[in-house]
C-alpha cells in the first residue's frame, strides 16, 4: 500500500490536500496550520525536530491540534514526550504521543564528520521531521512512498512555509537558511540512497530533485 509524506513547504497552499482523505499519510511539525482549510487529516504526526526549533508552549499548542482528533497516531521525540506531564494532566491522552526511538543526529549538519551516510537501525533524525516520517511508512511496510509540500529552498529572514504564522522569522531558533537546505538536501539524499522501496517526488513545484518526480494530480 502506498503513502504520502508531507512537508510544510509553500506548495502545500496550493496542493489539493482533500485528494489524501482516504490514503495513508504522514504529516509533520506545524501541518495544523492547514487544518482551516482542509477536511484532510494525516494518519500519523510525526515531530522529531530538535527542543530548540519551536518553544515548548508553541508545541503544547501543535500538539493540542492533534489530540482534536482521536484518529491520528502522534509521534514525537524524547524532548517533547518527556514534557508531557507539565501540560496534559489525563494520562489517556498521554498514553496517545508515542515517543519516536530514534538518534541525535539532528543535532550534525550535512558538513560534519559525524553526518550520517546511510539510514541506520533505529530512525534517524538527520535533516528534518521529513526525513523520520519517511523512515517510519519504511518500517511500516508502505511502498511506494510520494513526497507532497517538499520545497526546499529556504530562505533568510522570510516564510518559507505554507503559512505566514509558521514562525516567527525575527525570534525563531531554526537553524539557518543554508543549513536548512543543505541537512534537507543530504537528507533526502540519504534517504533515496537507503529506501528498500521506491520514492517519488510529487511536490508541486520546488527544488527538490532527489527523487523521480510524479505529477500530484496523476496519481489520483
Known amino acids: ?30 501541518i495544523h496550520l492547514i487544518y482551516p482549510k482542509t477536511p484532510w487529516r494525516p494518519t500519523y504526526y510525526v515531530r522529531a525536530e530538535e527542543l530548540d526549533g519551536f518553544e515548548l508552549d508553541v508545541w503544547k499548542d501543535d500538539l493540542i491540534a492533534q489530540l482534536e482528533n482521536p484518529d491520528i497516531q502522534i509521534h514525537c521525540n524524547q524532548y517533547f514526550t518527556k ?4 501540560y496534559f494532566d ?3 491522552i498521554r498514553h496517545r504521543v508515542h515517543r519516536l526511538k530514534a538518534c541525535t543526529h539532528y543535532l550534525d549538519h550535512f558538513d560534519q564528520i559525524e553526518c550520517p551516510h546511510t539510514w541506520h537501525q533505529g530512525l534517524c533524525t538527520f535533516g528534518s521531521s521529513v526525513n523520520v516520517a519517511v523512515q517510519m511508512a519504511v518500517q511500516m511496510g508502505y511502498s511506494p512512498i510520494y513526497l507532497i509540500g517538499c520545497d526546499l529552498g529556504y530562505k533568510y529572514e522570510t516564510v518559507s512555509h505554507f503559512s505566514a504564522d509558521y514562525i516567527n522569522v525575527e525570534t525563531s531558533k531554526l537553524k539557518s537558511a543554508h543549513y536548512a537546505n543543505m541537512d534537507t538536501l543530504a537528507a533526502h539524499m540519504i534517504a533515496a540512497r537507503s529506501s528498500p522501496v521506491p520514492i517519488y517526488n510529487a511536490t508541486i513545484g520546488g527544488h527538490l530533485e532527489a527523487y523521480p518526480r510524479f505529477e500530484f494530480e496523476s496519481l489520483f
Open 90 to 92: 489525563d494520562a489517556s
Open 1 to 30: 500500500m502506498r503513502a504520502f509524506v508531507v512537508g510544510n513547504g509553500p506548495s502545500l497552499s496550493v496542493t489539493p490536500l482533500e485528494k489524501l482523505i482516504g490514503e495513508v499519510s504522514f504529516a509533520v511539525n506545524r
Open 83 to 86: 514534557n508531557l506531564e507539565r
